[in-house]
């Protein structure tokens, strides 16, 4: 985390400049989006994509690929928060990551403690599943990551949710109303994810029976 200056130009995608003030600055990595012209045929580990899938499902985030975003039903896309980087790959191939947090939550609008209320906790949808994805994970997948929810810990993220700074309009009832979120969120998805991807994954048909 960097503290900064109106003198720093720090350039973002947009051709404006980083405001002043607290920031997060990640390293650079050599490499491309999954907007660019980079295909998952030259993608060493595959087998994360499910968890990307759960990983962003968790966390509500929207950024990437939303389904039912717009009052018409269309969904929000975003591959540019998918990263093909050359770091740790083999030659020719790139490892993919999945980059930019900064919608997870509420899409982008500010915090509160309305996150974790029921209607958030218990949302069905399945967020990151782009259309590119899908050959690439299963109902069977999605169970056993979501039996790793019943041993999450709060612990994990005690540290993070600390350094939060209250510039941001960070208080320690938002902060409490994340950790409870997280916590309630992993429960519900333990038990519902089946339902919840079954229902994407095969034409919006329910099967309570798997």
């Given at each position: 985390?960097?503290?900064l200056e109106e003198s720093d130009e720090i350039p973002l995608g947009d051709k404006t400049t980083a405001a002043a003030g607290l ?53 929000r896309i975003n591959p540019d928060n998918i990263f093909f980087s050359v770091e740790g790959g083999s030659t020719g191939k790139f ?113 309570f029976n798997l």
């Amino acid at each position: 985390m960097l503290n900064l200056e109106e003198s720093d130009e720090i350039p973002l995608g947009d051709k404006t400049t980083a405001a002043a003030g607290l920031a997060f600055i990640s390293r650079a990595e050599e490499g491309g989006t999954m907007g660019g012209s980079k295909t998952l045929e030259s993608v060493e580990n595959l087998e994360d994509i499910p968890r990307i899938v759960v990983f962003d499902t968790w966390v509500r985030n929207c950024d990437r690929f939303c389904p039912m975003y717009t009052a018409e039903g269309k969904p929000r896309i975003n591959p540019d928060n998918i990263f093909f980087s050359v770091e740790g790959g083999s030659t020719g191939k790139f490892i993919l990551k999945a980059i930019d947090h900064g919608h997870i939550f509420s899409c982008g609008k500010p915090l509160s403690t309305k996150l974790c209320h029921i209607e958030n906790v218990r949302e069905h949808k399945l967020y990151g599943l782009f259309p590119e994805f899908r050959k690439y994970v299963s109902i069977e997948q999605f169970d056993e990551i979501a039996k790793e929810f019943g041993k999450i810990d709060a612990r994990l993220w005690d540290d993070l949710l600390e350094k939060l700074p209250t510039a941001w309009g960070i208080t320690t009832e938002i902060r409490q109303s994340i950790n409870q979120f997280l916590l309630d969120r992993a429960y519900f998805l333990e038990k519902n994810l089946h339902i919840i991807a079954n229902a994407e994954l095969h034409d919006g048909m329910l099967n309570f029976n798997l």
